[in-house]
């Protein structure tokens, strides 16, 4: 069982950028997809990015397309996700997920593909 924690999340102006952190710890983690998440009020979670288990490869929601990055680094066993040219319809809180999978291949993914979560952590975008 992995425990999963979030940070770096904040209120931004439109235009701006925000670099989440999700902190590892208990199993391995250089051995596992990992993905974030995002889920606005009366809406359900939504995909955002997913990256497998070397960081090699990564997916991304058509939403989110040459604005947000996802990367890892095993060493440290954290994920990141910087998010540029932010967008009020961004206003999430984002969590940080893990899969039991090392890697997906030719699909997006859903929350049902991960099994372990942050608690999340809320990001603001005004306009």
Not at 97 to 122: C, E, K, L, M, N
Request: hydrophobic share 30%; with cysteine; proline share 2%.
């Amino acid at each position: 069982q992995v425990q999963l924690v979030e940070s770096g999340g904040g209120l931004v102006q439109a235009g701006g950028s925000l670099r989440l952190s999700c902190a590892a710890s208990g199993r391995t983690f250089s051995s596992y997809a990992m993905g974030w998440f995002r889920q606005a009020p009366g809406k359900e979670r939504e995909f955002v990015a997913r990256i497998n288990w070397s960081g090699s490869d990564t997916d991304y929601a058509d939403s989110v397309k040459g604005r947000f990055t996802i990367s890892r680094d095993n060493a440290r066993r954290t994920i990141d996700l910087r998010m540029n040219s932010l967008k009020p319809e961004d206003t999430a809180v984002y969590y940080c997920a893990q899969s039991d999978r090392a890697y997906f291949i030719g699909r997006q993914v859903g929350p049902h593909d991960f099994g372990s979560w942050g608690q999340g952590t809320q990001v603001t975008v005004s306009s």
